[in-house]
């Protein structure tokens, strides 16, 4: 009897297919995707890909926004439940009417928004690109960001942008208290805190940077601290220790868990190549809407 990694092995091969993973699903589906990273690396890697098949292991935006990037590649997204949250707190009508009882104002939205929404936005960012996107538009436009407040209000602390600012937030970051942050730091005094910039502004002042997972994994990476508290969602634990062994991770109390990032399992990546599931159907010119926005951001 084949291993379940054997199977993904052999499969691949047989549909020439490549698979992409988001720093936050589990430990093992990390370990056979092609290629791992946060939100921004994960577009970039879609649009270059260039594979037939592109088996998508995070949240549904991410998948359509890989076939949005990569839109002659059938890709598939093995577990169609697994969705995010945050995305579905800003529906597409809601955004549309914003649009038209405010026709000047430029709407940014945060790549964790549905398709339909990217379609009706002017540019898109990533929490490793948002300071970039908000410091690109003009100083006399008034600004939406949809959907996710934390990071709105984060960034506009940062670059000093009033923003309006949806009522959006991730229930996985939102839920880390600033109080669980101080009490870690001052358990281990000598260790730098990251966080991700989906906390609330009160955890971010709490940590040393507030960083995108992509941002974090570099800084980890050059920096010569030993031991590091990470105020994220803990899959990317995962890829910390493995890729530092010399160095200790300690993640906030309670665990930052997303459940459905933990959905992709090594056995639905299996169903999906083996019955070609879920493809990610979308609208041509629902496409061709939502890429621009997308395009303008990573043209920044
Ligand atoms: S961690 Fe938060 S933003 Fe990311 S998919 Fe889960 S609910 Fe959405």
């Known amino acids: ?17 490549v698979i992409l993973a988001h720093n936050y699903v589990r430990s093992d589906v990390q370990d056979v995707a092609d290629f791992v990273g946060d939100s921004l690396e994960l577009s970039i890697k879609a649009k270059n890909a260039g594979a037939p098949v592109i088996v998508f292991c995070g949240v549904s935006f991410m998948a359509e926004t890989a076939k949005i990037l990569s839109p002659a590649s059938t890709v598939l997204h093995p577990v169609p439940s697994a969705g995010c949250p945050m995305a579905d707190m800003a529906p597409d009508e809601a955004v549309r009417q914003y649009r038209r009882e405010h026709p000047d104002a430029v709407i940014i939205a945060y790549v964790n928004s549905t398709a339909a929404v990217k379609a009706e936005v002017d540019i898109c960012c990533t929490s490793a690109n ?26 506009s602390r940062m670059t000093g942008r009033k923003m309006e600012l949806w009522p959006g937030f991730c229930p996985t970051h939102n839920r880390i208290m600033p109080e669980d942050a101080k009490k870690i730091r ?3 005094p000598n260790a730098i805190m990251l966080v991700h910039p989906e906390c609330t502004p009160s955890v ?12 974090m994994l570099k800084f980890v990476r050059e920096s010569d601290a030993k031991q590091f508290i990470i105020g994220t969602e803990c899959g990317i634990l995962h890829r910390m220790r493995k890729d530092n062994p010399d160095k200790e991770f300690i993640s906030l109390q309670p665990i930052p868990l997303c459940p459905n990032m933990k959905k992709l399992s090594l056995e639905s990546i299996v169903d999906s190549l083996e019955n070609m599931q879920y493809e990610i159907q979308l609208d041509a010119a629902l496409m061709d809407r939502a890429r621009g926005p997308i395009e303008r951001m990573l043209a920044i």
Do not use: C, W, Y
């Open 1 to 17: 009897m084949k291993s379940l990694e054997e199977q993904i092995v052999e499969l691949k091969k047989k549909r020439n297919a």
């Open 130 to 155: 948002a300071e970039k996107v908000v410091r690109s538009i003009p100083a006399d436009k008034h600004i939406l960001f949809v959907p996710d407040q934390n990071l709105g209000a984060n960034v």
């Open 186 to 188: 001052e358990a281990h």
């Open 204 to 215: 971010v002042d709490v940590a040393d940077h507030a960083l995108s997972t992509g941002g």
